[in-house]
Structure formats: structure tokens, C-alpha cells
């Protein structure tokens, strides 16, 4: 067709479910050791990667593969027949997997599908700026496994501790891995570099996009360490005065970008009275407090006791006296430039009136670390995406650090995803699409005894198409 050849760098993360399933994600990313080669231009892998879920115990397993590519200019020229042919390339992939296995294995009791029935979405956008996005999925493709399924690695499990997840489940921890190692990053790692000529190079850099500069932020530390950054990248944009609990604004009807609401506490669910005994959750019915505001801001060093500072909305409240308790999560992302997104509940209710809450606020922090849940849920964005987080509870503390921090009407908790490489690893993969995401969230005390339960929400959030270029300057208020 006339059209120079693409070549990918990418970046591959992986974790494994509690019930075996293993998600394995792919994203580009840029290093300054690995440009394009000569006669080749740099493609995008916008999302992609493969969920295999084992069936029959174990035995056989559902194989996923999805991929969303910018070919860069080249997809306009594809004709509807190599459109095909590079999905049912896909496909063969998944198909030569099932082979395989039964090949070692002797007959699999699988049912049998032509490429046809197993192709999704093949047609192509004809727009030239627009992404690919073909999606195959084998519905019902097996493979026989006489053992445990090794990880991408093929070698053993790494298991974390401190340095865990955000998305570990509450009961069982869920098992993630950075793949390869720091000293692998230094000559594979990178990020995308756009474009086939030297223009368009020159003019990433003007013209990146709100949530790029943000993801490469974040990634400061690992730049400096690795070699690489990630993809996308944003001008900073000058923000006006600070009110702290007042910088995000709050949008009921959720239209308007970078801005909060609560959400439907029905979406998450919690463990039940009876849950010792049936191990069942149910659906929470409401919240323990009201969402009052919330804080999008930027600084250049971490901003930790946002609620004990004048003029912000927690002080005004506590100079007018009352029983109104506020809970503030402050959640942390490092780099260069530091982001913090606060998140302002509060209650009417005196804190001695919930003893856990109250056992909560007033314990120690290792008591707080075993308590304290997130239960995270992506509602609009990419599949990839979701399926990194999942909706699955998790102890943050388990996972992250937490700097408490109690005033007389509050408790701020910091959290501080720098703490956990492997967190900044999947939070760096959300954040690479964070102005098309919207962010569902819930928190709780968790319930280990008959007597704390059932659970009950704190409070829930909303966050829709959070923009980096937005955040609010702490260096200009």
C-alpha cells in the first residue's frame, strides 16, 4: 500500500484474581534509548492485553484478547479486507493457545468455532485521527491445565505486602507484579513517541494533552530510576485562589468535566448481618455521612492536613462550634509535581453515637490500617481500564501509607500512593485516560465481628472526567 511499516514499545503489567483469573495489560510508553527504527513509524497501543478465567475447576479457561491501537495515519488507507486480516491475526493467537493445549493434552471437550464466529467489531472508523479499536473475544475457548496457570513470567508469584495493590480484595489479597524488573525498564521501557516526521515530534511537546503531563508526573521518580515515562502528557494552566473543600467543583447532572457528585450507594456492595456465617454481601442502602466538597490541587512538594488549615472548609465549621464531624480522604499522587484529591464527608450525627467510627477516629494507626476499605469502580472509560481496577474492596492501609491526622472535628487520612511501586504502576495506566474516565468510589470501616455488622458506607463519590490542567495551584494561592 505504499505505507512505511509500525513498530510498538510497550509496557505490560499483570496481576492475579483470587479466583484465578489472570488479567494482563499492555499500554505504550516512550524511551529516549528506544525511538523509532529507521524506515518504521511509532504506533500507539491505547489500551489491549488478555483476561484468561479458568472454567471447570480449574481445568480449561476463557481466554479474552482485546486490543485499541492509533495506527498514526495509516488506518485510513485500510481496506475492509485487511481490516479482517488483522483481526483474524488476533484471533489465531487465541485459537493457537487452544491448539496448543490440546495438542499436549489430548482431546478437549470444547466446542469447536470458525474465525467468523469468533470475530467482534471488525469494521474500522474511516476518520484518520480516530484510534482502532478491534475486540476479540472467545467465548467459549479452552484450555486443559493439568496445574496451576503460570504467571507472564513463567516463574514464581511475588507476593506483596506493603508495597500492594489499591485494587487487593478485602478477604483475600490479590497478587500484582511489575513486569520486568528496574534493570529490564532501562533498555526495554519507554513511551510513545508520536508521529512519522520531525514536525509532529516538536509538537508533542506543545501540545500534550491535560492528562499526559499528569501521568508524567507521577512518574517522576520512575523516569529518573527507569528511563521512561508514560504517554500522555498536559500544559499546566493557571488556576485562581485556594478555598481548600471548594477547588473541584460539584455538578449533580454529572455533565460537566472535572467535577464530583455523590453516587448511588446501591452500586457497592457491603458485608451482610449474616455475613460470618454465609460469607454474602448485599448491597448497601445508604451513607453514614453527606459528600460536602472536594479538593483538586497541584503543588510541588506533598500536602498532607488540608482540613486543619484557615479559611478551608473544615475550619469554618469548627469556629461556629456544633457536633458536625468531618472525614477527609486525601488521596496523594508524587512526582515532580504533586496531585492531591481530597475528599470532604461529613455528619451530623456525634461521633459517640457509631462506636466503630468512633474506635476508628480515636485508635491507633495499625488499627485504622486493618479497617479502613476503598471499593473503586470505573463506570465510563475503556475496558482495559476496568478491568485493572475492578470493583473489588481492598484495605488500603494493607497496601499503601496512611498519615492520619485528627483536629478537633476532623480525621484526614493521606494516602499516599508513591508508598507502593506496584500502585503507582496501575494508578499511572488510569491516569493515562483519566479526562475519559468517570470514577466511582466508596469508603467503610470494615466489620470483623457479629457485632459490627453489618457494614455500613461512609460516604460514596462521583468523579467525572478529571482534567490535570484543572487542578488548582497551591503555589498562586
Given at each position: 500500500?505504499g505505507?512505511?511499516?509500525?513498530d510498538l514499545?510497550l509496557?505490560r503489567?499483570w496481576?492475579r484474581?483470587?479466583d484465578?483469573?489472570?488479567?494482563i495489560?499492555?499500554h505504550?510508553v516512550?524511551?529516549n534509548?528506544?525511538?523509532?527504527e529507521?524506515?518504521?513509524?511509532r504506533a500507539?497501543l491505547k ?10 475447576q480449574g481445568r480449561?479457561?476463557?481466554v479474552?484478547?482485546m486490543?485499541a491501537i492509533?495506527?498514526?495515519?495509516w488506518?485510513s ?9 488483522i483481526?483474524i ?5 487465541v485459537?493457537?493457545l ?6 499436549k493434552?489430548g ?5 469447536e ?7 467482534r467489531?471488525m469494521?474500522l472508523?474511516?476518520?484518520g485521527n480516530?484510534p482502532t479499536?478491534?475486540?476479540?473475544q472467545s467465548?467459549n475457548?479452552c ?19 506493603s508495597?500492594?495493590s489499591?485494587?487487593?480484595l478485602?478477604?483475600a489479597t490479590?497478587?500484582f507484579?511489575?513486569v520486568p ?6 533498555q526495554r521501557?519507554?513511551m510513545?513517541?508520536s ?7 516538536d509538537q508533542?511537546?506543545?501540545k500534550?494533552?491535560s ?6 508526573k507521577l512518574h517522576?521518580?520512575a523516569v ?5 515515562i ?9 488556576n485562581g485562589?485556594c478555598y481548600?473543600?471548594?477547588?473541584l467543583?460539584k455538578d ?5 468535566p472535572s467535577?464530583w457528585s455523590m ?5 457497592f456492595?457491603i458485608?451482610g448481618?449474616?455475613y ?13 455521612m453527606?459528600?460536602?466538597?472536594a479538593?483538586w490541587?497541584?503543588?510541588d512538594?506533598?500536602e498532607d492536613?488540608?482540613a486543619?488549615?484557615p479559611g478551608?472548609?473544615v475550619?469554618?465549621?469548627?469556629a461556629?462550634?456544633?457536633?458536625k ?11 515532580s ?5 481530597a475528599?470532604?464527608y461529613?455528619m451530623d450525627?456525634p461521633?459517640?453515637?457509631?462506636p ?6 480515636n485508635?491507633?494507626d495499625?488499627?485504622?490500617n486493618s ?7 470505573i463506570?465510563?472509560g475503556?475496558?482495559i481500564?476496568?478491568?485493572s481496577v475492578?470493583?473489588k474492596?481492598c ?5 499503601l501509607e ?5 483536629g478537633?472535628?476532623?480525621?484526614e487520612?493521606?494516602v ?6 506496584v500502585?503507582r504502576?496501575?494508578?499511572?495506566l488510569?491516569?493515562g485516560?483519566?479526562?475519559n474516565l468517570?470514577i466511582?468510589?466508596?469508603f467503610?470501616v470494615q466489620g470483623?465481628?457479629?457485632e459490627?455488622?453489618?457494614?455500613f458506607l461512609?460516604?460514596t463519590?462521583?468523579l467525572n472526567?478529571?482534567?490535570?490542567s ?6 498562586e494561592c
Open positions: 500500500m505505507m512505511r511499516k509500525r514499545l509496557r503489567y496481576r484474581e483470587e484465578g483469573t489472570y488479567v495489560l499492555y505504550s516512550f524511551h534509548r528506544c525511538s523509532p529507521k524506515g518504521y513509524i500507539c489500551s489491549g492485553g488478555y483476561v484468561i478465567s479458568p472454567v471447570s480449561q479457561s476463557v479474552k484478547h486490543l492509533d495506527w498514526k495515519f488506518k488507507y485500510l481496506l475492509t479486507s485487511s481490516a479482517k486480516y483481526t491475526r488476533m484471533l489465531g493467537r485459537a493457537a487452544r491448539e496448543l493445549f490440546r495438542a493434552n482431546n478437549c471437550a470444547c466446542m468455532f470458525s474465525s467468523g464466529e469468533l470475530m467489531d469494521g472508523p474511516q476518520g480516530e479499536k478491534i475486540e476479540t467465548a475457548e484450555e486443559r491445565l493439568e496445574g496451576p496457570v503460570e504467571g507472564p513470567q513463567g516463574g514464581s508469584k511475588r507476593h506483596l505486602s508495597t500492594g489499591l485494587v487487593q478485602n478477604d490479590d497478587e507484579f511489575d524488573d528496574e534493570s529490564e525498564y532501562d521501557e519507554a510513545w513517541s508521529d512519522e516526521s520531525t514536525h509532529a515530534a508533542r511537546h506543545a500534550l494533552s492528562a499526559a503531563v499528569f501521568v508524567r517522576d521518580l529518573q530510576k527507569r528511563g521512561y508514560d504517554l500522555q502528557g498536559a500544559a499546566d494552566a493557571d485562589p481548600y473543600g471548594h477547588t467543583p449533580s447532572s454529572c455533565t460537566m467535577s453516587t448511588d450507594p446501591t452500586t456492595l458485608r448481618e449474616s460470618l456465617l454465609d460469607r454474602q454481601k448485599i448491597k448497601a442502602e445508604n451513607t453514614l453527606q459528600m460536602v466538597g479538593d490541587i497541584k503543588s512538594k506533598r492536613d488540608l486543619g488549615r478551608g472548609l475550619q469554618k465549621y469548627a461556629q462550634g456544633g457536633s464531624f468531618f472525614f477527609i480522604v486525601n488521596i496523594q499522587v508524587p512526582g509535581t504533586t496531585y492531591s484529591l475528599l470532604y461529613m450525627t461521633l459517640e453515637k457509631v466503630l467510627l468512633e474506635r476508628f477516629v485508635g491507633d495499625t488499627f485504622r479497617r479502613f476499605k476503598l471499593i473503586p469502580y463506570s465510563k475503556s475496558w481500564v476496568k478491568q475492578g470493583k474492596a484495605l488500603v492501609g494493607q497496601a496512611i498519615n492520619y491526622f485528627r478537633s472535628n476532623y480525621l487520612l493521606g499516599d500512593i508513591g508508598s507502593s511501586t500502585a504502576g496501575v494508578v499511572s488510569v491516569l485516560y483519566l479526562n468517570v466511582e468510589m466508596a467503610l470483623n465481628t457479629q459490627e455488622l453489618p457494614e461512609l460516604g463519590c462521583r472526567y478529571l482534567d490535570a484543572k487542578a488548582v495551584s497551591l503555589d
